[in-house]
Structures are given as C-alpha cells and as structure tokens.
C-alpha cells in the first residue's frame, strides 16, 4: 500500500505525493540538483544541512544504495523530493533500495510529484522554505495548512550557522586513500605519508580527505572551532579548510582562526564553505544566491587560461567579488551566472574554490586542485630544507 506525502513551499503552494521514506515531518530550504546520478553522494553531503533536496531527472533509485558511496558518517540532507522512484534497483555494487535506506535513516521523502513545476518556481521566485510531511495523517486541507504553517515558520539559512553543528567533536587522524575498483578504499601508511595537513571539518565529505591522503597528506582533522594557535602548534604543513553548510558569516570562530593562520607563511587550501570562509579572513564580504548552485554540470572559466570546465557545485551562497580587498585575486567565475568561484591571496600561499573539486558526484575537471596544494606545500619544505 502507498503512503500519502505533501509538500508545502512558503509561497503557498501544494504538491501532493507519495511516502517514499519515513513517515513524519521535514522542514528546510527547497533547493534543487541537476545532477543525473550519485543521490546518495549529495544525500550524505552535509553541506545539505536543513535543506530539502530536489532532484530534476526523472528516475532516482535506479541504482540502489551501496555502503561504499557515502559522504559523511551520516545523512547531511532534511529531506528528499523526487519525480520517481523506480519498482526495480539494478547494479552490482548494490545493497539495498532507495527507500529501504530512506526509510532504515528516517529520512522523510517525497515521490510522484512534478519536480519541472517546482524546479521553475524555484528558478523564478530562488530557494523557498518548505515542508514534507508524510504518511497516514498527510491528506485533507488540515495536513496542507500543518504543512504551509511549518514552512512558514522555518527561519531560513541566511545567518545561520550550520557549521558547529556538523562537526566532528574530537581530533582525529584520517587514512582512508581513494577508491579502487574491485578493492574498495585503500588504507595509506601514515608513516610513509610525506605532508602533515591539518583539515578544519566544517562538514568535510570524505573523498576531499581521500584525494589529500591519496597525495602523501597525512591529515589531523580538528572541530570547526580549534583555535589557529592549537592548529599551528601541530607544525602543519598545509592547513584545509573544509565544505559545510549554512551562512559564513556567523562562523566568527573560524574566520578569526583563519585570519591567523594567514599570518603565517603555511599553505592554505579552502573549498566551498571553506573558499567563503578564506576570502572573509581575507576582508572581503559574501550574499545569499537567489537559489544556489546544486549540481553536477557546471561550466566554470579558469580566468587565468581560459579554460572551461565542468564542475560539481552545492552552495547557496557565494563571494561577492565586488567587496575583494587589493590582496585578494579572482581565479575562476561560473558561466551561469558569473558568480565568483575561485580566489586566491596575492600575498599568501592560500586559495580557494567554490565548487567540488573531489567531484562526488561529478567530473573531475577540477581535481588538479589538489596538486596546486601538494606543490604549495612542497615549495614551503624546500624553502625551509
């Protein structure tokens, strides 16, 4: 037997659907994904904190789930909406369906709605709150109006922030390498590990730390609120500034911590969250995006060499690149719309970029990222040999 779910978007409108996960309720900011595979990826993503993600093709679920392809230790999304949820998963690596790990997660979710109607509200009136609601109790004008009401009530991501909230809560050391496959995740010797990089987890995904383990970093991951004076008393080579959720702005601890490791000369490499974060350490300011960039098929221009490439993205807010101080350069804009997508410091050996260059989900346009960093932190070692 099918359950009943609703959607209710701020703006008042009703889309009326079927349960595909657990029954309850789910309140967020609605934004949508145009990426055409890896659900599972961008729903243990925690840069998704308190949003409810929309996908845009069509079928989700095809594939199943699979213990391996998760982002986080837990799932980052509020909730899910979706247009179908295929009767049949199909893949060798699969172990469950879709909505048996919806439902064993208690994730609430939505399926059988017009994803194309609320994608183009979405489009045309930006990111709107929203909330699901689903099993036996969401039908009948009372469920809308309990959905609207709590839509209504939810605050918004703007000045929140999301980063201390998704953490982790000791200092660890990560050794997991990238994945093979037939093999799955390589273990790295830590000893046989050339580079000591101390990561901020501001909601890190996990293959950003296994592309900088599968490069000879030996990485510490500390709490998004570790003072720089602890981090650089760890005699870091490089310091990673992590992706995450919410507004930068409140994240007063980290962009205090940032400011002082930039006084140093030690290597600083930021990605999303942690590209806002840098370029507010830096003296410049950020703004909220109409509805965000979420998706696996982002054309992105090196400014430098003009070269376009194709990026995985999931940000609702961006650097304003009018507010850039003189020491601050732009590197990399969107050609969707021209916002800022990467910077780097003039005067520092630190950078940033806003998208995803571990591309999970995505292309791996943007992996040499990660090589810039190795060779930044190479050219410290070899100054101070």
């Known amino acids: 037997m099918t359950r009943p779910a609703i959607l209710a978007l701020e703006d008042g409108s009703i889309f009326r659907g079927t349960a595909i996960g657990a029954d309850g309720q789910a309140v967020g900011e609605v934004v949508f994904n145009t990426a055409m595979t890896g659900y599972q990826e961008i729903l243990t993503d925690p840069s998704y904190t308190r949003q409810l993600v929309t996908l845009t093709y069509p079928h989700i679920g095809n594939t199943g789930i699979n213990s391996e392809d998760i982002e986080s230790a837990s799932l980052g999304a509020a909730g899910l909406i979706i247009r179908d949820l295929p009767l049949v998963a199909s893949n060798f690596r699969s172990e469950q369906s879709l909505s048996e790990y919806l439902q064993a997660n208690q994730l609430v979710a939505i399926g059988d709605i017009d994803t194309r109607r609320l994608t183009r509200i979405l ?59 037939g093999e799955g995740y390589a273990q790295v010797d830590e000893a046989s590990q050339p580079y000591h990089v101390v990561a901020y987890d501001y909601g890190v995904k996990f293959n950003i730390l296994r592309m900088l383990a599968s490069r000879g970093c030996r990485i510490t991951l500390v709490p998004a609120q570790t003072p720089a004076a602890e981090v650089l008393a760890m005699n870091p080579d490089g310091v990673f500034l992590s992706n995450g959720p919410g507004d930068p702005e409140p994240c007063d601890y980290a962009i205090k911590a940032i400011a002082e490791i930039l ?123």
């Open 123 to 181: 489009r045309d009136k930006g990111s709107q709150n929203g909330c699901i609601l689903a099993g036996a109790d969401a039908t009948g004008e009372a469920a809308e109006q309990k959905a609207l009401a709590a839509a209504q009530a939810f605050p918004g991501l703007k000045g929140m922030d999301l980063a201390k909230e998704v953490t982790t809560s000791t200092v660890s050391n990560w050794t997991q390498s990238e994945w093979v496959l």
């Open 263 to 385: 006084e140093t000369d030690v290597p600083v490499f930021g990605i999303c969250l942690g590209h806002q974060l840098l370029a507010l350490a830096s003296g410049a300011k950020s703004v909220k995006m109409p509805h965000g960039h979420h998706g696996a098929n982002h054309p992105v221009q090196d400014l430098d060499t003009g070269l376009v490439m194709i990026t995985s993205q999931n940000h609702g807010f961006a650097v304003d690149e009018t507010s850039l101080p003189a020491n601050l350069r732009a590197t990399h804009k969107s050609l969707f719309d021209g916002t800022l997508q990467g910077v780097e410091r003039t005067d520092k050996a630190a950078f940033s970029f806003q998208g995803h260059p571990e591309a999970s989900p995505g292309p791996r346009d943007v992996a040499p990222l990660f090589d810039r960093f190795i060779k930044m932190i190479q050219a410290r070692k070899n100054q101070s040999a």
